[in-house]
């Protein structure tokens, strides 16, 4: 169940599209992204980020990356957002932008897609933005194929169990 691959999708196939959100969710997560890119403490890199995202239940989450002079100690954006939605009780992901006004197309780094995974289908759709401004949807599982899992026994999937969704209902231990 667990196994690497378990969500690799249909090669054979090809890739299937995002599921496209609606324009006005696309433009929402967008405009919260950009949002909070500007409170990014990033006096390091100058690479300010931001992410928005959405609940199961559509409620909006949003962080930034927070840099640290220890540098191995700063927070991406993405784990900002996954973070403060997950302390809310969320436990699945919609959809999710990331945005940085310093850089188009501003990529999830490796570590930020696996966080992703641990909350969403391997459809979630990721919206960039290029740099004329429109938005570009990918699907997570572009970004990360073959996705590491864990399956101790008595865990609850976030991903596929509507219980999971629920607050103090995670289950097992890792
Ligand atoms: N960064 C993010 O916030 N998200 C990513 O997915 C990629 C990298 C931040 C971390 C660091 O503050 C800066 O961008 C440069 O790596």
Redesign the pocket.
Known sequence: MASAGSQAGTPDRGPSPAPRPAPEEMERLLKAAHQVALHAW?PY?R?R?GAALLDQEGRLFSGC?V?VASYRL?T???QAAVAAAVAAGARRIRALAVVSPDSPECL??GG?RQTLAEFADPDLPVILERADGTPLLLRLEELLPRTFRLAPPGLRDARSDPEATRPGRGGGSR
């Open positions: 990033a890199s690479f980020v990356n840099e700063t991406c954006a993405e999830p780094c930020c």
